[in-house]
């Protein structure tokens, strides 16, 4: 058996003691909630920042290029707080 079969468990060169196998969906490489909502506000504060440019440069209505400009404010304070809150 080369060093590949074997299982992890088994590998003479692993530095840390085996853990045990983590639950479905919860192992260290399992995506949180809080990872899933801090990429949509991101994604959010893009498109909404570029959306409130582009109507900007085409000189749209007043309503629309503050309604933008409230929710880019509005996504961007919401990763502000909780990055603030994740530090306590």
């Known amino acids: 058996m080369t060093h590949q079969d074997r299982p992890a ?27 899933v909502l801090r990429t949509l506000l991101w994604a959010v504060v893009v498109l909404s920042a570029v959306a409130n440019m582009t109507l900007s440069f085409t000189g749209a209505a007043a309503p629309l290029h503050l309604a933008t400009g409230v929710v880019t404010v509005l996504a961007a304070g919401t990763l502000v707080v909780r990055a603030l809150r994740g530090r306590r």
């Open 9 to 35: 468990h088994d590998n003479p060169y692993r530095l840390s003691a085996p853990q045990a196998a983590p639950a479905p969906g919860g192992g260290p490489d399992a995506v949180s909630r809080g990872d």
